[in-house]
C-alpha cells in the first residue's frame, strides 16, 4: 500500500484538506478527490493544454504537476472563471458569443490561458494573443473565435464590465 501525505490546498477560494498518494496528478485530484471535472485530460502528456489552470495565478498543466506539489498554493479551475451564482464569467462570455469554441474539450485551457494572460496584460495586441495561446491545441475551431473572444474580454475588461473573469 502506498504511503498518503496530507495535503492543504486553496482551490478556487475554498481550502480543501486531504490524504493522497504521492503519485497523484493535480488534475486527477481536481476531478476525482474535488469533483471539478472542468479541468479535462486530453495528452496527459503536458502537450495539448487541456488540462490547464491556474496555480498561484501562473498557467500549469495539472497533468504534469502532482497534487503534493500544490500543497499550501492556491489553484484556479475554471469552476472558478464563473459568477459567484454560477453565470458566466467575461471571459466565459466572450468565448460563447464570439464562438471560441465547438466541441469544447479544449475550452478550459484556453480559458484559463486567457485568464492569465489578462490579469498581467489589460491590453494584448492579437500577435500577443496568439503567440499566448499556441500553448493550447485546438481540432475544431481554427483559432479565429478564439482570438476574437479574448480580444473581447480584454476589451470589456477594461471598460469595467467585469465579471469574474480574473
Not at 39 to 49: D, I
Not at 158 to 163: A, C, I, T
Request: hydrophobic share 35%.
Amino acid at each position: 500500500m502506498a504511503a498518503k501525505h496530507s495535503i492543504s490546498v486553496s482551490v478556487n477560494g475554498k481550502t480543501y484538506e486531504r490524504s493522497i498518494e504521492a503519485r497523484m496528478t493535480l488534475a486527477d485530484f481536481l476531478r476525482n478527490e474535488l469533483d471539478l471535472t472542468g479541468t479535462h485530460l486530453g495528452c496527459e502528456h503536458g502537450v495539448c493544454g487541456a488540462c490547464t489552470v491556474l496555480v498561484d495565478g501562473q498557467t500549469a498543466r495539472s497533468c504534469l504537476m502532482f497534487a503534493v506539489q500544490a500543497n499550501g498554493r492556491a489553484v484556479q479551475t475554471v469552476e472558478g472563471l464563473a459568477e459567484p451564482g454560477g453565470s458566466l464569467g467575461v471571459i466565459q462570455r466572450a468565448f460563447r458569443e464570439k464562438h471560441g469554441l465547438q466541441c469544447g474539450f479544449c475550452t478550459p485551457g484556453f480559458l484559463m490561458t486567457t485568464a492569465e494572460l489578462l490579469a498581467t496584460e489589460s491590453d494584448p495586441s492579437e500577435e500577443k494573443v496568439r503567440e499566448v495561446l499556441t500553448g493550447n491545441l485546438c481540432r475544431c475551431t481554427g483559432y479565429t473565435g478564439i482570438v476574437e473572444a479574448v480580444l473581447q474580454a480584454a476589451r470589456e475588461m477594461r471598460e469595467g464590465k467585469q465579471g469574474n473573469g480574473r
